[in-house]
């Protein structure tokens, strides 16, 4: 028991505690009213007690914060986890691994995102889209089976979903393959977007400061087996459920 009660008695406390002792001691020798000394003895341990509580919260925190980065060592590590810490690295990232696809996957996305404040004219990287276009082109020459799928916001003004839809269709349409593009219209506005590449690989993507609309962080899973259940996920929950986009008569594919 008494090991008990030295175990959470910092030394500081215990400092502390003689301190507001002694302090009530000289007033009440020294003639001064005996409640006062008291008070100011009790005044001076609850101080103490709040600095040993701050003392132990900032220690734990600091603890915390260590396993914090030792989680991120380990997932580093492994390589199913690679953090995208700018808009540049982010898009580097997911046009790198479109070009490395072997020419059968699905490209599953979503262009979700809040785009108030952002011009329509940077709705996405047209680097991106004119490599996964050239991608799919080529899988489509090679009698392959690579197509791209994506669910577009309708919560925006016409004038960005229009810059969304257009981004992405002209592209496609350069390359003669819009057969290999699909879009579905959602009513759902969210914080971050997602890419999947196939079954290997996942992007989250999103804003680096809440009142902020434009993706310029991220992170990249490649474990495959939450890959493949966020892809079924991605079909069955947002897919399946939402209607195909209507291009206009003169986009007609």
């Known amino acids: 028991m008494s090991k008990s009660i030295l175990h959470w008695l910092d030394p500081i406390l215990v400092i502390g505690l003689s301190i507001s002792v002694a302090i009530g001691i000289l007033m009440v020798l020294s003639g001064n009213d005996s409640a006062l000394g008291l008070a100011v003895g009790l005044l001076s341990t609850i101080v103490t007690l709040l600095i040993d509580i701050i003392a132990r919260i900032r220690k734990a925190e600091g603890l915390f914060t260590e396993g914090l980065t030792e989680v991120e060592r380990t997932l580093q ?48 990287s047209a680097a991106y889209v004119e490599a996964l276009a050239a991608k799919v082109s080529q899988s489509k020459k090679g009698k392959l089976g690579m197509i791209y799928r994506t669910v577009v916001t309708k919560g925006l003004s016409n004038e960005h979903f229009d810059a969304v839809i257009q981004s992405r269709y002209q592209p496609f349409e350069k390359h003669k393959i819009l057969d290999r593009i699909e879009m579905h219209a959602s009513e759902d506005l969210w914080s971050m977007d997602i890419i999947i590449i196939g079954t290997q690989h996942m992007v989250i993507a999103f804003p680096a400061q809440g009142r902020s609309y434009s993706s310029n962080l991220g992170m990249r899973e490649s474990d495959s087996q939450l890959v493949e259940n966020v892809a079924r996920w991605y079909d069955e929950c947002l897919w399946i459920p939402t209607p195909r986009v209507t291009l206009p008569d003169q986009w007609g594919a």
């Open 77 to 124: 590590a492994t390589g199913a986890l690679k953090p995208l810490l700018s808009r540049e690295a982010l898009y580097q990232e997911v046009v790198q691994l479109i070009r490395q696809c072997g020419g059968t996957e699905i490209i599953r996305a979503t262009s979700l995102l809040r785009r108030e404040g952002v011009r329509p004219t940077e709705v996405v």
